[in-house]
C-alpha cells in the first residue's frame, strides 16, 4: 500500500471523527522505563478506531456508485458501531448481522447509530455467513472488518495523527486481531520514518497472527480463550497477514491476567475506561514484554467499548493479578472465639476481609474442626505476604486459593 492511499483516507475522514489526543503518562513511564505515550483511540466516536476504516470504504463505494447500495457487516462489537455509524453519516442504509449470544447493550448501541440489526448464529463465524449471504441475496455491499484496503487506509490513519503529534518516537505498540489495524499503521509509519520499531501485541490465547508472523504463513487456530474478545480472531486475514510481515518488526503476546490488571491502572491512574482488547499494548510495555528502556514509546488504546456487567469481573482479576485482593483458606477449632481471635489478627495487620465462609461439613476434616475460607482486600503484594507472616505467627497453617 502506498503513502497516497493513507493520505486519501486522513482527507476523508478530516471533521468526520475526532483526532484523538496522545498522552505522555509520567506514571506509566516511570513502570515501563520507557518515555510512554498513550493514543487514546477509546476516546474516539463509538468508542474505537474501528469507525476510520468502516467510513473509508463507505466513501470507496460511494465514489464508485452514483446511490451506495445496502451496507452488510457482521460483528458483536466495535465494527458494528463503526460501520452503522459511517453509514449514517454518508447517507447510507446498513444491516448488522450479530450473534444470537451478543449483549443487549451492543444490540441497542449498533441501532443506535441508525443500523437494522440481524441476530444469526450462535458465533461470529455463524453470523458472518449469513450476512454475506443477505449481501449476495440483496446485492449489497460488504464491510469486511480487516482484510479490505480501504478499511486498512483508514485504520493507518492514525499513523500519521500521532506522527503530527510526536514527530520523532522510537517504537509503537498495536493490539492485532485480524490485523488491520496493526497492517495499516505499520504500512504508513514505515513509509514516513523506516526507523520506528512497530510491535504488534496480541492476547496469549487467541494468537494466530503471532503465530502466522513467526511461521512465516498463514495459520488459523481451532479456537480462541481470551477477556480481549476485540483481537479474539481465529482467522487473521490474507491482505493483513502480508502487510504485517512486510512492515512489523516484532510481535509479542499477553496474558488476560496482564491485561486485567492494565485496565485497573487504566482507571486509577487515568480515570480512562479501556476495554481489554484496547489496554493489550500497554500491557505489553509494562509486562517489560518486549524492550524499551531508555526509548520514546507509543501505545493505542485501541478501544473503549466494554460491558459494564463485565467491568467488575476485570476489576477484580485486575486486583487479584495486582496483588490487592487474596484469597485462603485455614483450619480452625469450631469454639466460641476462634473467629474472633482470627480477625484481631487481620484488624492488626490492616486487611480488609470482604468475604468469609464457614465450613463445618468438609469430610477430611478432623471433629471440632472448621475451614474457613476468606477473600480479603490489602494495599499490595508486600501488604499480603505480610498479612500471611502474621497468621502464621499466630498459628494458623494458610493454603491460599486461585
Not at 474505537?48 to 446511490?67: H, P, Q, T
Not at 504508513?188 to 520506528?196: A, D, E, G, T, Y
Amino acid at each position: 500500500m502506498k503513502l497516497r492511499e493513507f493520505e486519501l483516507a486522513a482527507a476523508n475522514l478530516k471533521g468526520v471523527i475526532h483526532k484523538t489526543p496522545v498522552n505522555s503518562s509520567r506514571t506509566f513511564s516511570e513502570m515501563s522505563g520507557a518515555e510512554l505515550f498513550l493514543k487514546c483511540e477509546n476516546l474516539q466516536k463509538t468508542g474505537s478506531f474501528k469507525v476510520r476504516g468502516a467510513y473509508n470504504k463507505i466513501a470507496a463505494v460511494a465514489r464508485e456508485s452514483e446511490n451506495i447500495p445496502m451496507l452488510f457487516a457482521s460483528s458483536a462489537g466495535n465494527h458494528a458501531q463503526g460501520v452503522a455509524y459511517a453509514a449514517r453519516a454518508m447517507g447510507a442504509k446498513s444491516t448488522i448481522v450479530m450473534p444470537r449470544t451478543t449483549p443487549i447493550a451492543k444490540i441497542s448501541a449498533t441501532e443506535g447509530y441508525g443500523a437494522v440489526v440481524v441476530l444469526a448464529g450462535d458465533c461470529y463465524d455463524e453470523a458472518y455467513q449469513h450476512a454475506k449471504k443477505l449481501c449476495e441475496e440483496q446485492d449489497g455491499c460488504f464491510i469486511h472488518p480487516f482484510d479490505d484496503p480501504d478499511v486498512i487506509a483508514g485504520q493507518g490513519t492514525i499513523s500519521l495523527e500521532i506522527l503530527q503529534a510526536l514527530p520523532t518516537f522510537d517504537a509503537i505498540l498495536v493490539p492485532v486481531g485480524g490485523g488491520g489495524l496493526l497492517a495499516g499503521m505499520a504500512a504508513c509509519v514505515k513509509q514516513i520514518n523506516p526507523r520506528v520499531r512497530v510491535i504488534g501485541v496480541q492476547a496469549s490465547g487467541a494468537d494466530a497472527m503471532v503465530k502466522s508472523f513467526c511461521t512465516k504463513k498463514d495459520v488459523c487456530t481451532d479456537a480462541v480463550s481470551t477477556i480481549a474478545d476485540g483481537i479474539a480472531v481465529k482467522k487473521p486475514g490474507v491482505l493483513t497477514s502480508q502487510l504485517i510481515r512486510e512492515h512489523v518488526d516484532e510481535m509479542v503476546t499477553v496474558t488476560d491476567d496482564e491485561i486485567a490488571s492494565t485496565i485497573l491502572l487504566l482507571l486509577e491512574r487515568t480515570k480512562m475506561v479501556v476495554e481489554p482488547a484496547g489496554a493489550a499494548a500497554l500491557a505489553a510495555a509494562l509486562g517489560h514484554d518486549v524492550e524499551l528502556s531508555g526509548k520514546r514509546a507509543v501505545c493505542v488504546l485501541s478501544g473503549g467499548n466494554i460491558d459494564v456487567g463485565f467491568i467488575h469481573k476485570v476489576v477484580e482479576k485486575g486486583l487479584v493479578t495486582r496483588g490487592r485482593q487474596m484469597k485462603f483458606q485455614t483450619v480452625m477449632p469450631d469454639i466460641p472465639g476462634s473467629l474472633y481471635r482470627f480477625s484481631e489478627v487481620m484488624v492488626k495487620c490492616g486487611a480488609n476481609i470482604i468475604m468469609v465462609q464457614h465450613d463445618r461439613l468438609s469430610t477430611n476434616l478432623a471433629i471440632g474442626d472448621a475451614i474457613l475460607h476468606v477473600a480479603c482486600e490489602v494495599t499490595s503484594r508486600e501488604h499480603g505476604q505480610e498479612l500471611i507472616r502474621q497468621l502464621e505467627a499466630a498459628g494458623y497453617r494458610i493454603v491460599m486459593e486461585s
